[in-house]
């Protein structure tokens, strides 16, 4: 995926802590400002997961100007994109239509690279109207679950690229459409036994 195309805000977040994993030497802060370091660095000390990262490196105003564009971060991207690449089939992607985080028209591309390269291959590209990053995994679960066990029991999946959209059945705003919790580590005793 093109980081130059998402939310850059919450991609960088990622990717900040992927160049961390893949180059130990990394100064971060060629990439981050100083309150993106110091938020980076509060992520880090408490163990935060990616939602964490994320939350707290969301803006653009933590990251240097051009970010994007730094030597490692290209590499990175390089090596870690998606679209056009062979894969061993088959392969579900699930989407949400409405995804600030990695929105749908990368994803879009990601897939159109991958079916014109390989038109032979077996990928079902699912998108679903109105959900977002993480809860478009509970709006798609029967479906996905379906999906999965139909490997599991032998069906076969149709060759070629097939895209299937999904509308909901009631009126979108009748939905929680973000989650309103978080996890975190259990630290009191109570919260361990």
Known sequence: MDITQGNSGYLGALVARGLQSFFPDFNIS???TAEGTRRFNL????QGCNSVFSELLATEDMYQPGWQHEPRVQLYQNVTGAGGRNFSGPLLVVQGAADPVVPAEVVDIAVNQTCERFPDKELEYQSY???T??????????????WIGDRFEGRAVEKGCQRK?????LP????QK???WFIEYAQDIY???
């Open 172 to 175: 979108l705003e009748r939905y």
């Open 165 to 169: 959209n999904f509308q909901s059945a």
């Open 178 to 180: 973000e989650l309103n």
């Open 133 to 146: 990053h993480v809860p478009v995994m509970y709006a798609a679960q029967r479906n996905w679950l379906q």
């Open 191 to 193: 919260e361990t036994q």
């Open 129 to 131: 109207a109105g959900a």
């Open 43 to 46: 992520a880090a000390e408490i």
């Open 30 to 32: 060629s990439v981050l």
